[in-house]
């Protein structure tokens, strides 16, 4: 499988951009995906996931409220509505796939078998 994560940008504090992850697979609704983050000199962090099958979304306590993950199976594409965007959103933002993992691997990149290219998100002050 692949993906292509795209819609970063550079944005003022206090815009919005919405990420997009599109998915090479025809069975896209199989598979649980999530948004991480990795800013300059730290380490990758779990932001949004959305489990397969139901569709139940988890997010990081730094972005809830102000996220919102979705995803259109039938395009199998997946989302990142992001709001109020401050300068400590700033990073590059990896979209991440898998099959199999279970709910409380959904944090974990590790567990995650595909991953986008990354997209640059900066958010200026």
């Known amino acids: 499988v692949q993906l292509q994560a795209s819609g970063g940008g550079l944005v003022m504090a206090g815009g919005s951009l919405r990420l997009s992850c599109a998915a090479s697979?025809?069975?896209?609704?199989?598979?649980?995906v999530g948004w991480f983050r990795q800013a300059p000199g730290k380490e990758r962090e779990f932001t949004a996931a959305m489990f397969r099958g139901g569709g139940s979304t988890y997010y990081a306590d730094s972005v809830k409220g102000r996220f919102t993950m979705s995803r259109d199976n039938a395009k199998n594409t997946a989302y990142l509505q992001m709001n109020n965007l401050g300068p400590e959103d700033t990073a590059v933002y990896y979209c991440?796939?898998?099959?199999?993992?279970?709910?409380?691997?959904?944090?974990?990149?590790?567990?995650?078998?595909?991953w986008g290219q990354g997209t640059q998100v900066t958010v200026s002050s």
């Open positions: 991440a796939a898998d099959r199999s993992l279970i709910l409380s691997e959904l944090r974990a990149g590790g567990a995650y078998d595909y």
């Open positions: 697979t025809s069975t896209f609704r199989s598979y649980t």
